[in-house]
């Protein structure tokens, strides 16, 4: 059975404890390779590496680091069936979304930030004639990565490239259920010829090596992507030592559908934006409103739709919606579909786990859910479920649908569908989320900073935010002669 290794230094390491967790592939439930149970110990290898590092990487011409990470891409980009291959077995997601979104994406972040930094310039004013006052920019010297499941090297390397391409050394931890694709960026970099300690990757348990990178003295920024309540913790750690942070967090995104919308379009994108990964994307939608004069011919044509998913096997190639992550992420789901009855709500599509045929028989999937007759109180519309599950309610007027937009702690991203530029604006900038789609959903482009309002998160990642969150800024001024 294949071992996954630390990265530390440059070398490929067995743990300090000697100790490994199994990991499982989520559409066979059955144990595939083994990851490291590493400690406290193991990031402290990590940090002495990083600190050994970093005086060279941080001075090293900006051209030398922008050429490294344009290496890095070329050889994500090299890899990719590899690697998609290895998404969709750790994670549970068809083949054919890894390929074409999650490993594409994760070399695009390397080459995004490979050319930003060549890029990026900072600020000088003239003070009359007193003098001037000009502003430098600094690498923090180490940075701790920690990210989530779902998405498992996008969203690493989300917060890898920037902070490298910025001049830092990196610790980094991906999520234990998912850790393959971080390992086999590990490799990556080996052959790239990243120097050693610039990038440090421990594998392990949240509780121990990522309360340790972000407790540690010598890490002094925290990027985070994970559950709200992970956040809270990580946020009580981390603020008594005044570390920089960035916490991108949860969300229970609204989708708001107007009588004047494009019918088509906006039933087409509807059933990506609930069931994309699963509906394991932290920007799914998954209360779906929609006004009065639509409502039966939107439900209908959606449940429809649903009822006709391809569920199954994640690495065939036609399949639509794959396994979710993990056994106990199926109970969570399961548990919600049982509440949203318990609270009235009527399954009109799904509601069940589901077994394919053949090698999958065992495996952790769920049926496309969708669910009618819940009110926005509830906590089947409140609480992130992060599954494929969605409810959907009708609205009579456009303050009556912000309302119920706006009625969740959360606020990451909400969509509107509408013909009317008046309305999009107006409500777009009524909702309390951190990104408004208008008639389109998941357009990213890399400068627009990125992030949650409420409980969804703080700071802004992306663009010129992410390498300004990796750097300090000083201002110098000089006197004119
Ligand atoms: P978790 O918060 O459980 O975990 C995220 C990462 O943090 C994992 O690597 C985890 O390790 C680690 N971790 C867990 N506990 C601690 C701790 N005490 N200290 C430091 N690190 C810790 O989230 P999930 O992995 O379950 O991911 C799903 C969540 O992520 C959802 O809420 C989703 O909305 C959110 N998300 C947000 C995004 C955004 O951009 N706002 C994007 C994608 C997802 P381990 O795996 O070992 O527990």
Known sequence: MEKILNYID????EPTTGKYLDN???AIGEVYSNIPDSSAADVELAVKAAEKAKAEWGKMPIEDRSEMLLKIANLIDAHLEALAKAESIDNGKPISLARTVDIPRASANFRFYAKAIINQSTKAHITADKGINYTVREPLGIAGCISPWNLPLYLFTWKIAPALASGNCVVAKPSEVTPMTAYLLSKICIEAGLPAGVLNIVHGLGQQVGEAIVAHPNIPAISFTGGTATGKKIATIAAPMFKKLSLELGGKNPNIIF????????????LRSSFAN???ICLCGSRI???????DKFLTAFVEKVKVMQVGDPLEEETKAGAVVSEQHQEKILHYISLARLEGGKVVAGGNAYNPKGRCKNGYFVQPTVITGLDESCRTNQEEIFGPVVTVQPFDTEE??????????????????????KRAHKVGAALKAGIVWVNCWLVRDLRTPFG???????GREGGDEALNFFTEEKNICIKHC
Do not use: H, M
């Open 10 to 13: 440059g070398k490929l390491l």
């Open 24 to 26: 499982i592939n989520p």
């Open 259 to 270: 009588d004047d919308c494009d019918f088509e379009e906006a039933l087409a994108t509807t």
């Open 278 to 280: 699963q509906g394991q």
């Open 289 to 295: 409103y929609v006004q009065r004069g639509t409502y």
């Open 400 to 421: 009556e649908a912000i309302g119920l937009a706006n009625s969740t702690k959360y606020g990451l991203s909400a969509t509107v569908w509408t013909q009317n530029l």
């Open 452 to 458: 949650g309002v409420k409980q969804s998160g703080v």
